[in-house]
Every structure is written in C-alpha cells, then in structure tokens.
C-alpha cells in the first residue's frame, strides 16, 4: 500500500503508481513539453508584433496585410493556448484535481500546438509572399505544413498505434 493509502496501479501504465503519482509525472512531463513550445510561440509572437511598426508595413498588399491581421492573432491564440496550463495549475492547486487538470492542460496544450502550426504556416506564407512574389509560394508553404504534420502528429501517432500495449 502507498503513503496515502491506496493500493498502485500497474495495469494501465505498466508502473508502480497511485493515480496521484500518476498525475503528478503527467504534470511534470507536460510542463517540460509546454516549455519548448512556449518559448517558440512568444519569439514568434513577439516578433510578429514588431512587423506593423516597421516602415515596409504600409506598402503591403491588402491580402499580406490581411495574412498578418491572420496571423498575429493566431499567434495570439496559441500563446494563450499554450500558458493556459500553467495559470490553471496555478488556480486549482492543492484543489485535489491533479489529475484532471492534466487532462485540461493536455487539450489547451494540444490546442495550441494546433495553433502553433496554423501561425507557423501564415507566418511562412506571408515572409515568402513578401520576399518572392512568385506562384510556387503555395507549393513551398504545403510541402512545409505537409512536414510538420509529419513530425508534430503522424509520426507520433504511429508510434502511438505501433508500440502501445494493449
């Protein structure tokens, strides 16, 4: 029996953890995940704010100036997505709810990776329809968006499907 009392469950993790323990190296391993994404979405982010103050900004195109109106508030939207775990722990700590706040926390993190790639995308379509003006922009942009779909979910997905026990 553990500390508080409970018998650990090996059946579904293969470890030898209470649903507390459980919890609490989910919450751990989540928050180091969301750390690498943080970083890149507020350089991103912070970056994309600059852009609207620079001189090159007033000669855009109506349909760059909407890519970047677009893009900023995704960019927005994944930076919010992205923190939100770390103000709901700070809001539900010591409520006894760990594990269901990791659950929480895996969604809005999994939302803003969403996100993430959604900013990444127009950030890359609008730089390269800046710099290039050329038709193979939205060929160049899909072969990038098809990579990191590659890398950020089939892979994982069919490590997933490959290796889980069942």
């Given at each position: 029996m553990s500390a508080i009392g409970k018998e650990p469950d090996t059946n579904?993790?293969?470890?030898?953890?209470?649903?507390?323990?459980?919890?609490?190296?989910?919450?751990g391993e989540l928050i180091q995940e969301v750390?690498?994404?943080?970083?890149?979405?507020?350089?991103?982010f912070g970056f994309l704010l600059t852009v609207v103050?620079?001189?090159?900004?007033a000669d855009l195109a109506d349909t760059d100036k909407t890519i970047y109106i677009v893009t900023v508030v995704l960019g927005a939207c994944a930076t919010g997505a992205l923190i939100g775990p770390v103000s709901l722990h700070r809001l539900v700590s010591g409520r006894r709810v760990k594990p269901q706040s990791v659950e929480w926390a895996s969604r809005m993190t999994f939302v803003g990776l969403v996100l993430l790639l959604a900013t990444m995308t127009?950030?890359?379509?609008?730089?390269?329809r800046v710099a290039t003006h050329d038709g193979y922009v939205p060929w160049l942009v899909t072969g990038v968006v098809a990579w990191y779909l590659l890398c950020w979910f089939l892979v994982p997905l069919l490590v997933r499907q490959r290796h889980t026990t069942k």
């Open positions: 579904n993790t293969g470890r030898n953890e209470t649903e507390e323990e459980r919890a609490d190296r989910k919450w750390r690498v994404a943080q970083t890149g979405v507020q350089i991103l103050f620079t001189p090159r900004y127009s950030s890359l379509l609008l730089i390269l």
